[in-house]
């Protein structure tokens, strides 16, 4: 499955490229418009059916009157909701709006150009597009450490490699407090030591692991299937 899904993108990728410079559209980035950037991917995660993140960022939004999603077969799938939404600050740069939404994906859901529709209020409807192919992508398993176990300082964290997955984002929980404690950069490989200071001796940690399928490819945005492990624990020495 993941050698034809890999063969599906380089054709796909090839053809769109191919055809470039006849596609104005392509050449912006098809995930983008005037008004802000578009996003959509399939993930499978615990306990829960297999559900779009559906997502649209705007330092414009002000000027946002809705935003509509379509599927390839140009049904409406979603309209995002304008007061859920979380705020990015940056340094020297406009504030940002990021509208995100969880949908369970329909079991009639289909491979295609997924579509949002951004009308502003001066009536303009603004066009993104995101490629979605629906193929799921398996949860990270046998995790290590697991079960409690204890450790000494520095900790190494690993898992089982996911067929298709070529990134990793490792997420830590301090148990006593509830506090998130660690957020990896991507990995492009299937373990990491957590870096000193992260951990405190006679912690209780759980962890977790994000496997995606790319990073920021020209056909599939930011990425394309995702899927979130179950909580491994662990316990460091005193």
């Known amino acids: 499955m993941a050698k034809h899904l890999y063969l599906l993108l380089t054709l796909l990728t090839t053809v769109l490229t191919c055809h470039a410079e006849e596609s104005t559209e392509l050449n912006n980035d098809p995930h983008y418009n005037k008004v802000g950037f578009f996003d959509i991917h399939l993930c499978n995660w615990p306990e829960r059916p297999d559900f779009f993140k559906v997502l649209f960022s705007s330092k414009d939004f002000n000027q946002i009157k809705s935003m509509k999603v379509y599927t390839p077969d140009d049904h409406l799938l979603v309209t995002l909701d304008q007061t859920k939404f979380k705020v990015l600050k940056r340094n020297n740069k406009q504030e940002k709006r990021v509208y995100m939404l969880d949908i369970d994906a329909p079991k009639t859901g289909v491979s295609g150009w997924y579509t949002i529709n951004v009308e502003t209020n001066d009536g303009t409807v603004h066009y993104a597009k995101d490629y979605v192919i629906m193929t799921r992508l398996e949860k990270i398993s046998k995790m290590q450490p697991s079960d409690d176990i204890v450790l000494e300082l520095p900790v190494t964290l690993n898992w089982e490699p996911v067929p298709g997955s070529q990134f990793y984002q490792v997420f830590i929980k301090d148990e006593w407090t509830g506090s998130s404690v660690y957020s990896s950069a991507l990995l492009n490989k299937p373990e990491i030591v ?25 056909l599939l945005g930011d990425f394309h299937m995702g899927s979130l492990s179950k909580k491994a624990f662990f316990n460091v020495a005193e």
Do not use: F, Q
């Open 194 to 218: 957590i870096p000193d200071g992260k951990l405190k001796p006679g912690g209780y940690y759980s962890w977790s692991v994000h496997a995606r399928d790319t990073n920021e490819h020209v």
